[in-house]
């Protein structure tokens, strides 16, 4: 099977091209490499019922219920289930924790998984500060410090890989590994500059535009689950998700349904306040800080972070593996879960 042979490779420090897979860098560390029996375990995991399915078939039976906590930053929505080391994930822009019914059903049973609502997303309240970088990296980490987590691997999606990574970057003591899907950093001197004009524009954008949509705020809270109701009606998923999707008919109707639902619910003044983090420096700054064991991956078609805005990512870590999937777009985790699972769980038990 793809996924075990992917799983081998990983884990084997190997470089050739896969079917369906393009394992393009090594693990840069001696504690990334194989032993026997992390091959075994891998071995059986890949090849197992519930792993060689894609994880929405259970749609809507595994997925934790969400739980609210008070952070000192304001409340925050996240779902927690399973036992063992903590596993923290975070959703990319627009998303929500339900993104992750994957990860709840392949490792839940080895792990203490966490999803997290960003502030604004999902059942999360929006924060009383812009939600910019800074802050949902703030919110982040105290919800970690809330639950008293430590020696933790710390994921994102898109945006939720740059909120992981400067939380990885601010409290190295907390985080043992890393794992960034679908983000990249500028792929030249050139980009990086036109990208920070665009965070600078963006910002003000953002400022000028706050009071006007946490004014329409009320009507969106009104009309959102009407909203939601038709979002989920076909054809709107596919249209949705054709623009970040490779091929929307691989993916199961309820993945796409919970996207556009999840879209639609997102606090306008928060997306756009979140849509600043294109061309933050402080990005840039914390791929140069993260020290720890770092898994990389990506689609190959994914048109927002190209594959070689990925392999600029990678050469800016300190120890970094990427891993990119063929006919894939911008979301691994409902294109290819089979195959994306097993890499993290492969990552994860290394």
Request: with cysteine; net charge neutral; proline share 9%.
């Amino acid at each position: 099977m793809v996924e075990e042979q992917l799983v081998r490779r990983v884990l084997a420090d190997e470089h050739p091209a896969q079917s369906g897979v393009t394992l393009v860098s090594a693990f840069e560390t001696e504690a990334l490499r194989p032993r026997q029996e992390h091959i075994r375990r891998a071995r059986s995991r890949a090849t197992s019922p519930i792993r060689a399915t894609a994880p929405w078939k259970g749609f809507g039976m595994s997925l934790p219920a969400s739980r609210l906590i008070r952070l000192p930053s304001g409340y925050l929505a996240y779902r927690r289930a399973g036992e063992g080391p903590p596993v923290v994930l975070i959703h990319g822009w627009g998303g929500s924790s339900r993104h992750w019914l994957g990860a709840f059903v392949t490792l839940s049973d080895e792990y203490d998984v966490i999803a997290i609502d960003l502030p604004g997303f999902g059942a999360s309240p929006p924060p009383a500060l812009p939600a910019r970088l800074g802050t949902l990296t703030t919110a982040t980490l105290e919800l970690i410090e809330a639950l008293e987590l430590s020696y933790l691997a710390l994921g994102g999606h898109s945006l939720g890989a740059a909120v992981a990574m400067l939380a990885a970057a601010a409290r190295p003591d907390l985080v043992n590994r890393l794992i960034l899907t679908s983000f990249g950093l500028p792929r030249s001197p050139a980009e990086a500059e036109l990208m920070g004009c665009l965070h600078v524009q963006l910002i003000f954008s953002s400022m000028l535009w706050a009071p006007w949509l946490d004014l329409w705020s009320m009507w969106q809270t009104a009309v959102r689950p009407l909203a939601q109701a038709v979002s989920m009606l076909p054809p709107v998923p596919q249209v949705l998700a054709g623009q970040v999707v490779y091929d929307v008919a691989g993916v199961p109707y309820p993945a796409l349904a919970v996207g556009a639902a999840d879209l639609v619910a997102m606090h306008a003044r928060v997306g756009l306040e979140a849509a600043t983090t294109t061309g933050d420096p402080t990005v840039i700054g914390a791929s140069r800080a993260v020290a720890v064991p770092t898994l990389i991956i990506g689609g190959r078609e994914d048109r927002i972070f190209p594959p070689d805005s990925a392999r600029a990512l990678a050469r800016a870590l300190q120890r970094s593996g990427l891993v990119l999937f063929d006919r894939c777009g911008h979301v691994p985790m409902a294109e290819v879960p089979g195959p994306f699972y097993s890499t993290l769980g492969a990552f994860l038990r290394a």
